[in-house]
């Protein structure tokens, strides 16, 4: 019998090269899975370089899709232009830019070989949507004015807590917004802003920013059974380091 290949799907990482071993080992994802990164692979702990350059060896064995997010976007620019705004900074590119001055001999290779190449969202065969962050239109991934609402919305996930409970008892339909795609999954807002460290699903949303940036998990989610493998609190992989 063929053997069918998976879909993989994880969350943020910034810079948890030990949290992201972890998820894959424990994953046991085999040759020629897809894997899919929703982004916001920079700005929080100290290897950031181990990171990108770990992604883009597995692209050898793995159909590997990389999403972009509002972090990537912003490292991107200070490798593309050398400058480092201040927010940027302040919201963990201190870290990532100190990485990339001891590794620089892999700036330029990783500026155009992953952030050039990464992509605001993806939609699979089955219309399910991989973005960062979200979108606002109800005709789904696509639709944008801007490209930085792909990795900077939040709406999307507000909209689907607000319609979880009546959606779960059978008492509304889904959210007009969400209603274009089978299911989405989003990193950008953590699930510990509630109080947990696993994914949250609501209505047809799965967050699976399970807080690798604030001390939290790394997470990474077979699509299709929803089976879920988590690294270490990030805290305790780097006990000597503060995230962000």
Same mark, same amino acid.
């Given at each position: 019998?063929?053997?069918?290949?998976? %879909?993989? $799907?994880?969350?943020?990482?910034?810079?948890?090269?030990?949290?992201?071993?972890?998820?894959?080992?424990?994953?046991?994802? !085999?040759?020629?899975?897809?894997?899919?990164?929703?982004?916001?692979?920079?700005?929080?702990?100290?290897? $950031?370089?181990?990171? $990108?350059?770990?992604?883009?060896? @597995?692209?050898?064995?793995?159909? @590997?899709?990389? /999403?972009?997010?509002?972090?990537?976007?912003?490292?991107?620019?200070?490798?593309?232009?050398?400058?480092?705004?201040?927010?940027?900074? %302040?919201?963990?590119?201190? !870290? %990532?830019?100190?990485?990339?001055?001891?590794?620089?001999?892999?700036?330029?290779?990783?500026?155009?070989?992953?952030?050039?190449?990464?992509?605001?969202?993806?939609?699979?065969?089955?219309?399910?949507?991989?973005?960062?962050?979200?979108?606002?239109?109800?005709?789904?991934?696509?639709?944008?004015?801007?490209?930085?609402?792909?990795?900077?919305?939040?709406?999307?996930?507000? %909209?689907? @807590?607000?319609?979880?409970?009546?959606?779960?008892?059978?008492?509304?339909?889904?959210?007009?917004?969400?209603?274009?795609?089978?299911? /989405?999954? /989003?990193?950008?807002?953590?699930? /510990?802003?509630?109080?947990?460290?696993?994914?949250?699903?609501?209505?047809?949303?799965?967050?699976?920013?399970?807080?690798?940036?604030?001390?939290?998990?790394?997470?990474?989610?077979? $699509?299709?059974?929803?089976?879920?493998?988590?690294?270490?609190?990030?805290?305790?992989?780097?006990?000597?380091?503060?995230?962000?």
């Amino acid at each position: 019998m063929e053997k069918l290949n998976k %879909t993989w $799907v994880f969350g943020d990482i910034h810079g948890s090269y030990k949290g992201l071993n972890q998820i894959f080992e424990k994953a046991s994802i !085999s040759k020629g899975d897809t894997i899919i990164s929703l982004g916001d692979i920079v700005d929080g702990w100290s290897q $950031v370089p181990e990171c $990108v350059q770990l992604l883009l060896d @597995m692209q050898k064995d793995y159909n @590997m899709i990389f /999403i972009r997010g509002n972090h990537d976007e912003w490292c991107f620019d200070w490798m593309r232009f050398g400058s480092a705004h201040n927010i940027w900074i %302040t919201q963990g590119g201190k !870290s %990532t830019k100190e990485a990339y001055d001891i590794n620089f001999h892999l700036k330029d290779s990783h500026c155009f070989e992953f952030f050039a190449r990464q992509v605001n969202y993806y939609i699979d065969d089955q219309n399910r949507g991989f973005v960062h962050g979200g979108y606002t239109s109800n005709k789904g991934l696509g639709h944008e004015s801007t490209q930085a609402e792909y990795y900077w919305d939040r709406d999307l996930f507000s %909209t689907a @807590m607000s319609g979880a409970r009546s959606y779960a008892l059978g008492n509304a339909e889904l959210p007009k917004q969400l209603r274009a795609h089978k299911e /989405i999954f /989003i990193g950008h807002t953590s699930t /510990i802003n509630w109080g947990t460290t696993s994914p949250i699903n609501a209505c047809n949303v799965w967050n699976l920013d399970t807080g690798a940036g604030w001390g939290g998990v790394a997470t990474i989610m077979n $699509v299709d059974t929803k089976e879920f493998f988590q690294s270490d609190l990030s805290k305790d992989l780097y006990p000597n380091e503060n995230s962000r």
